[in-house]
């Protein structure tokens, strides 16, 4: 896994445990969108030779969105409306238009919300154990798949451009680090 340039807020994982229910409706919708980023990456000429490679992730994200779907049943928790993450809104804004740029841009952005996910799902593993110890081991049983989406974009990107995709992963992770110490208040993951 890749080296953050600045760690989670102190703050992050108390907000997320007072609003666990919240969260992970939140979470539902992260994987939702997980699903149609992986098939709108086939849009690009440069990952017409990855089309299979992204439906398996997309078929995996699915998965996890039922997954989540059902813990918010089991929980009586209503699935209720996205709410926009000024971190994600903000990465992606960063992403450059022209084709080539497009997709190198997008696939780093990805990898980073990949990565970030899979951290935070490793956080979470063990800070919500008490709270809920069944929700602690899905995301725990999550870990690893995040990890490879994160692995598979960045790869992804590499092999399109090797020098832009380090330059531009060198920027995005300087962003990252300056977008994530001004922590919300929102009940979101990310
Ligand atoms: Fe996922
Ligand atoms: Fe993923």
Known sequence: MLLWRAPLPDSWLPKVRARLGEVLVDHAHLERKAVTTALNLEKYQELYGQVRALNAIAIEELQHFNQVLSLLEERGIPFGQPIRSPWISRMMAAVRKGRREQVIDHLVVCALI??????????????VRDLDPGLADFYASLVESEGNHYATYLIMARHIDEEESRRR????????AELIQQPHNLPLLH
């Open 169 to 176: 992963l060198d920027y995005f992770l300087e962003l990252d």
């Open 114 to 127: 990949e990565g970030r996910s899979c951290e935070k799902f490793q956080i979470l593993s063990e800070g």
